[in-house]
């Protein structure tokens, strides 16, 4: 959506919501089509891994063995040291860590500084793609050590079924998310961007939205990764 | 109405985003295949939907062959199974749900809010095809070897993936799970489009207080439905997994033919959970539609505004938000805890008050109306007294000490077809009548749907009536075939027969139904622009059908709620919600 005229005089806190809910037109005044979508679509994907983890912490409290204790399921042995959750805390600080870029990408975009945008998310997808990456080095070494859907050495069989489920739709997300990334950056690196009409993914010239679009799924995916990393991992 | 005064001083706010066109198409396959028009997309949702739904029918005859001439016909209970098992969720989740959310709520939300298209086309022609793919994978799961899954609508685990069930160890129920999974996928597509078209793309003036309840009743299932699909999108994925991969979910440690199988561990009851976490918001996710178009139908064709709007838009939203948290009334003989059944009871019964509200105020707004008996306020009718027939069933059943009785017998088959089952067809069938002119611009044929509702509403009745006492004298659901048990002291084999005969014949009325649709839309007498003479915008459009863009160069400003009926000194008896028509003098 291009740019709007709205009121200016708009009261503020609970009488300003008051007059956008009973207004014509648009309930949220200052958000775009594909903004409010984004919004809506990831109210309902919240529910989706909210049952995921739901579902996977009932069947940890419910299941008749041990559940296997996740400090050394998931350490990694380092210069003769078993190091619990080495790996899971550089993941995390990666993922992190591309929130931030994303952040940056977004507020570039907003500045139409073409080239810094493109390169913060070009930065970002890096960054995803390494937290795949690393999750898949994660699996291999799981595989290995005998953990399957349907089994593993260390006790429930849960374990591994919720395991495998969860972190790869989670992965799953991310991916989705490095494609989308590159994307929408090339589209801007190439100045797509800057041109009139609307295209695939973009709006009007010089409106930058579909980064902040793209920045609102990237920091859900992120924020899913914090619980599952606490519930999954932690506890 | 005193709640809603005209503000004839009050200017319309102006325009705060610019009219954006729909692309138009420039290709053949762009226009009547691939086409992105949102009232296109409603008719392709729609006859697919009715083609499944044929299906269903069928499976229903056959359903009823082997319950009312067991010694004629008798089919395997492995095909009964199948056939009960496909008729329920193809009735629920293919026709119900696509039909009223992909059907009317594609082509009524932009028409009634006076938007151009669906704020994404792309992504809502997408829905389509992903639906359209979804109901092929379920067709196809009547092709492959061992048919079907019969593990009955519910799906319920373990024995919906044992080979004890027709299509678990075979690819029937595989295809059902991944064609549930495609039908989430697709329907989100379009749920996002329904929702942020009512909340960001309205025309000026149209506030969501004057929204039509048609609107109300789509938008607040389509919420319900992106927080509930989730739950069976999830419940999907898991079983997939069990069944796939050998995951044990759901599966708890047992034996097969004397053999232990390698599952462990997990839960069934967290299947069942999840699948009512759905499964009962679903129930409104097809009422609430049925609700606010009904309410629409009741006031154009009584010629008065809607009694109590306000409380009928918050009935629609509470009746939503507390359909989140009674889904265990369907689980009361799943072993769980006694003050579960009483929390769970308590707030299923409070679910009744908001629909007595809907009931008395629909009621209201025929009293002292014109009423004008056309075939969509027959339908009307026969809803509201269908709904509250079906409905005092469900206060029977929404009791623990009433249900564990009646628990899985034809009683609660009565019961949910006719509140779930009969009930919003019958809004269909109508909404059918109401709405077909301004799709093709011709009016359905009075003669066959005079007969089509009259033996389908007293149809029905000689089906589901005598079911419920099929049910109280201890006929259990799901059997194919019970014979002489001791327990059924009353014999209803000549009851059963009677059912049968009758659900042919409302079968058969459908198909004339059909037959009408198809041939009036050459035949029909010609509609022109407004023959309900309606205020809602939809009938306002330039061209009747509208074309696509739905407005001419300017969108329409909107003045006024979309039931001023029998104004007092209004030209009309009716004043278009786009009609800036003041009262010049206070009547007197």
Known sequence: MAESTLQTDRPEGLDGFVRDWSSDQRTFKRVSWGKAMMWIFLLSDTFVFSIFLIGYMSARMSTKSDWPNTSEVFSLHVGGADLPLLLIAIMTFVLISSSGTMAMAVRCGYARARKATAGLMYLTALLGATFVGMQVFEWTKLIQEGVRPWGNPFGAEQFGASFFMITGFHGTHVSIGVLFLIIIATKIWRGEFDRPGRTWLKSDAGDYEAVEIMGLYWHFVDLVWVFIFAFFYLW | ?588
Request: contains cysteine; aromatic residues 16%.
């Open chain 2, 1 to 588: 109405m005193a709640n809603i005064p005209y503000r004839p001083d009050e200017q319309v706010p102006p325009a705060e985003v610019p009219d954006v066109h729909p692309p138009h198409p420039h290709t053949w396959i762009g226009r009547w295949v691939f086409s992105q028009d949102a009232k296109y997309i409603a008719i392709q949702y729609s006859a697919t939907a009715i083609a499944i739904g044929l299906v269903a029918l069928v499976l229903s005859w056959l359903v009823r062959l082997q319950l009312g001439f067991p010694d004629v016909f008798s089919f395997s209970a492995e095909a009964y199974y199948q056939f009960i098992t496909m008729h329920g969720m193809i009735m629920v989740i293919y026709l119900l749900t696509a039909i009223f959310l992909g059907g009317f709520g594609n082509y009524l939300i932009p028409l009634m809010v006076g938007a151009r298209d669906m704020v994404f086309p792309f992504v809502n022609m997408l829905s389509y095809w992903v639906y359209l793919l979804a109901v092929l994978v379920l067709v196809a799961s009547f092709f492959v070897p061992g048919g079907p899954t019969g593990a009955g609508w519910t799906l319920y685990p373990p024995q919906a993936i044992l080979s004890g069930t027709p299509g678990g160890q075979d690819a029937g129920i595989i295809l059902m799970l991944l064609s549930l999974i495609l039908f989430i996928i697709g329907f989100t597509m379009g749920g996002l489009n329904y929702v942020v078209t009512v909340l960001q793309a309205r025309t000026r003036g149209m506030t969501l207080m004057r929204m039509p309840l048609t609107v109300w009743g789509i938008f607040t299932a389509t919420v319900m439905a992106l927080l509930a699909f989730p739950a069976l999108f999830v419940a999907c994925v898991m079983m997939l997994f069990d069944r796939l991969l050998g995951t044990s979910f759901f599966m708890p440690t047992l034996v097969e033919m004397g053999e232990q199988l390698s599952y462990g561990g997990g839960s069934p009851i967290v299947f069942q959970h999840l699948f009512w976490f759905f499964g009962h918001p679903e129930v409104y996710i097809v009422a609430l539609p049925a609700f606010g178009i009904v309410s629409d139908l009741i006031s154009v064709h009584a010629r008065k505004n809607v009694f109590g709007y306000r409380m009928m838009v918050w009935a629609i939203v509470i009746i939503g938000a507390l359909s989140f948290i009674v889904w265990a009334h369907h689980m009361y003989v799943s072993g769980m805890h006694p003050y579960f059944g009483f929390f769970f009871a308590t707030t299923t019964l409070i679910i009744a008050v908001p629909t007595a509200i809907k009931v008395y105020n629909w009621l209201l707004t025929l009293w002292r109306g014109d009423i004008h008996l056309t075939l969509p306020m027959l339908f009307a009718l026969s809803f509201v007294v269908t709904f509250v027939n079906g409905g005092l069933t469900g206060l029977f059943l929404g009791n623990v000490v009433v249900d564990v009785p009646l628990s899985d017998t034809m009683f609660v088959v009565a019961h949910f077809h006719m509140v779930m089952g009969v009930a919003p067809l019958m809004v269909i069938f109508g909404a059918i009548y109401h709405w077909h002119p301004l799709m093709t611009g011709r009016m359905l044929n009075e003669a066959m749907g005079q007969i089509h509702f009259w033996v389908t509403f007293i149809g029905t009745y000689a089906i589901f009536f005598p079911m419920h006492y099929v049910g109280l004298v201890g006929v259990p659901r799901r059997y194919p075939e019970i014979g002489d048990p001791a327990f059924i002291t009353t014999p209803v084999d000549g009851l059963n027969a009677f059912i049968s005969i009758a659900a042919f014949i409302v079968g058969a009325a459908q198909i004339l139904f059909l037959f009408n649709i198809a041939w009036s839309a050459r035949n029909g007498r010609d509609a022109g622009g407004n023959p309900w003479r309606a205020a809602s915008l939809e009938w306002q459009t330039p061209q009747t059908p509208p074309r696509h863009g739905n407005w001419a160069d300017d969108l329409p400003v909107v003045y006024r709620w979309a039931y001023d009926y029998s104004v007092p000194g209004a030209p009309e008896d009716f004043i278009a919600q786009d009609d800036p028509w003041v009262q010049q003098t206070a009547p007197t």
